[in-house]
């Protein structure tokens, strides 16, 4: 089967984009991991495919498969990107789009200036829903908020314990902070705190480095895709773990290897968290899939 695709970023997390509006390509875990293949495919961190609404009062559906074929909730950059796509292919000339994602529905904004502005939802503290079970970790609170000794031991590496502050944006993140995050273990506990068994959906795990109140950097290695060039939900999930551990302002711009993310949040459970960052094409194209 040959199909159409087109290469896009957002701060560097790049992404295979499929046009499904009008006809599924009905395409299988092992073709998405094709596509994502950096030697055999396209190459990209996701694969993101634009649907019609599935109802009345939403513009799009647009679902995510992670680079090991996966299909996962929500991805921050790659909503920004979806954004950028269905305007540039002239599937809507709205500027303000709303669309419905595995957990639910986002709001979508094209600023003036050519970045895009997502209403990302309020975080999920509730850990059956992240889905968390903190069930014989040793916890202590910080600013009257959570944390969790995760007990890491992998081949070859000492035992180590990652403190990690928990929370889903719709999908899950184990957010810890570091000094610094150019010399932070994300490679070797990145994998490992991946795959703990207090996660049975697996997380994303992020490594912050407070600069100022406004300020952090952030590595994330992603669930399913490995450390990635940037996070949305990562830094998302990092600044509101910040803000409520005291750390951090309402509004903080998140520096990622791949580009400056703007996060904005109020501080209340119930409040959406807003966030604003670049989205860019690349090339398009089109590739033989096999059957797989
Ligand atoms: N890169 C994304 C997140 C993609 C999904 C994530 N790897 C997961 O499995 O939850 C983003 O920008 O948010």
Same mark, same amino acid.
């Given at each position: !089967? ?5 290469? !896009? ?117 509730? *850990? ?15 600013? +009257? ?23 889903? !944006? +719709? ?74 551990? +005291? *750390? ?10 791949? +580009?400056?993310?703007?996060?904005? *949040? ?7 968290? !807003? ?18």
């Amino acid at each position: !089967m040959r199909i159409r695709f087109t290469k !896009m970023q957002g701060a560097g997390n790049d992404f295979v984009v499929l046009d499904e509006t009008r006809g599924l390509l009905g395409l299988s875990t092992a073709q998405y991991r094709f596509l994502a293949d950096r030697h055999f495919g396209v190459g990209a961190d996701q694969i993101l495919s634009v649907r019609p609404a599935p109802r009345a009062g939403l513009d799009f559906e647009y679902v995510i498969h992670n680079a090991d074929g996966g299909e996962v909730e929500h991805c921050g950059n790659g909503a920004r990107c979806f954004v950028r796509y269905v305007r540039d292919k002239g599937l809507t000339d709205k500027t303000a789009v709303r669309v419905k994602v595995q957990q639910g529905e986002i709001e979508l904004r094209m600023n003036p200036d050519g970045r895009v502005t997502v209403n990302m939802g309020a975080p999920v503290f509730d *850990w059956d829903r992240v889905p968390f079970n903190p069930i014989g970790l040793v916890s202590d609170q910080v600013n +009257g908020w959570p944390v969790f000794d995760l007990v890491l031991g992998g081949q070859g590496m000492a035992p180590a314990i990652a403190r990690v502050a928990v929370v889903s !944006m +719709g999908n899950p993140h184990a957010v810890q902070r570091v000094e610094n995050v150019d010399t932070a273990p994300v490679l070797t506990q990145g994998p490992l705190i991946e795959n703990h068994p207090a996660f049975p959906r697996r997380v994303n795990a992020g490594f912050m480095q407070i600069v100022s109140r406004s300020q952090i950097r952030l590595r994330v290695f992603e669930r399913g895709a490995g450390e990635t060039l940037a996070c949305g939900t990562g830094a998302c999930a990092a600044v509101v773990a910040g803000i409520r551990q +005291g *750390w951090l302002d309402s509004c903080v711009d998140v520096q990622t290897h791949g +580009g400056v993310l703007t996060i904005e *949040w109020a501080g209340q459970a119930d409040n959406p968290v !807003m966030m604003t960052g670049p989205a860019t094409p690349v090339f398009d194209g089109e590739i033989d899939i096999p059957e797989l």
